[in-house]
Every structure is written in structure tokens, then in C-alpha cells.
């Protein structure tokens, strides 16, 4: 299969699936190193490709996933709808609908469906249903059959995505809810906007290798997006700052 795609012939979004598996030899999400120049290399010698950079590392949908076909590079097409990581948590909020901290497999359809319908997308239930088991299958890291957060988040370009920053900075539960309590100055049980900036600020002095300062102002508004009108309540930052627990 791998061979046929490298000449040209079009596959689904379930089979590109396959062919990554196919090159990413040691299963751990990515394309690098020799499996990377393998595929660099069969790719131009079977397809008369220019142009295509050799790194390191090369993420699967940051510019794998362009190599699709038009109509089945509908992950590409998610990130062209979600410009930016304060849109991309307000789906997360409107889409997780029990607020369980998760988006289960209906949910995840929902947001499909509904991405697809905004821009005009032609679809049917089947297809739905593939980009759904698809994009599980892809995301869904420790197959547990819903998505959290940071696993949702790879949807995002690199670029734009701060979550993979918090990453390096998340904290046990017990540590978590200290900090929440440090912050929420007036204990009224959520934080503002203000408390808010107060705890990035301190968070980018501690984690300054990680976390830029300058980038606060981005870091803020995509939090915010997870707030009830603007009320951030501990479940809620705990998406974003807090470890999940095993």
C-alpha cells in the first residue's frame, strides 16, 4: 500500500493512517530520523517531488497530513477553521457538553459535523463516521476511547499551540489545588482575569526556559475561553495546569 500511495494513487484518511504507521517504525507518533529520510526518499523517487525539507522531526499532521487528497485532508482542514488556540478552547468548551473533561466519540462527531456544515463540506454519515474513528484513532494516545484536552490540542499548528507548552509545567492534583487557592485571592472559587495573569506571571519567572512572558497576553485569552463568562473555575484551569490522574 505504501508503495502505491508513493505513486500517486489516492487514498482515504483511514488508509493514510496505515501508511504512517507504516514509516513511523517505532510507533511513537512521529516520522524522524532514518524512518523520515526513508520516506523523503521513496516519496521523490516514486513521485519526482521537489522541494520537500529533510528534519530531524516531522510531525504527522503539521505537513504529512498535506500530502492527502484535497477531499480527504479533512485535518488540514479542521486547523485552517481553528486559527487560534482561544477558538480552539472555546469549541473544547461548547463541544464537551457533560463537562466531564473529555470528548467522547459523540462529541467528537458533533464538532466534526458541525465543522464541516460551517464551511460548506460535502458529507455523509459514513464519511462522518470515518473522520470520527479516524481522528480517535490518531489522537486518542492511551486508547481509552475519548480525547482529553492536550490530546484534542494536536488538531492545533505547533505554531499556535501554547498547550504544548503547559505540558512541561503541569502539577500533581495536591499541588494544583494549592495553587488555585494562592491565587484565587477573594476564595470565591474561580479566578478572573486579573488572578489569572498574576499566576501566569509567576509561572513564566519559575518555567522561563519553557514558558515566554511575552506570549502571557495569548496564554490569557485561551485560558479565558475555558471560563464561565469570564468566572475560571478550578475544573476548568485544571485542563490546562493539572497532571491526569491515572
Known amino acids: 500500500m505504501a508503495n502505491a ?12 493512517l496505515d501508511i504512517f ?3 513511523d517504525n517505532d510507533g511513537n507518533g512521529y516520522i524522524e530520523g532514518k524512518e523520515l529520510q526513508n520516506f523523503i526518499r521513496e516519496l521523490q523517487q516514486a513521485r ?3 522541494g520537500l525539507e529533510l528534519t530531524d522531526k516531522m510531525k504527522i499532521f503539521s505537513q504529512l497530513v498535506q500530502i492527502l487528497p484535497t477531499e480527504e485532508n479533512f485535518l488540514l482542514f479542521f486547523r485552517q477553521q481553528l486559527k487560534s488556540c482561544a477558538e480552539f478552547m472555546k469549541a473544547w468548551r461548547n463541544y464537551d457538553a457533560d463537562h466531564s473533561g473529555y470528548i467522547e466519540a459523540d462529541e467528537l462527531k458533533n464538532f466534526l459535523k458541525d465543522l464541516l ?3 460548506k463540506k460535502p458529507y455523509d454519515e459514513k464519511k462522518l463516521e470515518e473522520y470520527t474513528l479516524t481522528t480517535l484513532k490518531i489522537f486518542d494516545s492511551n486508547k481509552d476511547g ?3 484536552l492536550s490530546e484534542m490540542a494536536r488538531l492545533l499548528p505547533d505554531q499556535e499551540n501554547f498547550l504544548l507548552k503547559f505540558q512541561g509545567v503541569k502539577m500533581a492534583r495536591k499541588e494544583f489545588n494549592k495553587i488555585f487557592e494562592l491565587y484565587d485571592q477573594d476564595r470565591n472559587g474561580y479566578m478572573d482575569e486579573n488572578e489569572l495573569d498574576a499566576l501566569l506571571k509567576d509561572l513564566c ?4 526556559k519553557v514558558l515566554e512572558v511575552s506570549k502571557i497576553p495569548t496564554y490569557k485569552s485561551a485560558i479565558m475561553a475555558l471560563s464561565d463568562g469570564g468566572k475560571l473555575y478550578r475544573t476548568e484551569l485544571a485542563l490546562v495546569l493539572c497532571e491526569e490522574e491515572m
Open 146 to 148: 475519548k480525547l482529553c
Open 21 to 23: 504507521h507504516h514509516y
Open 205 to 208: 519567572e519559575k518555567n522561563n
Open 48 to 50: 519526482k517531488q521537489a
Open 5 to 16: 500511495y508513493l505513486q500517486g494513487v489516492e487514498i482515504s484518511a483511514s488508509q493514510f
Open 117 to 119: 456544515q460551517r464551511a
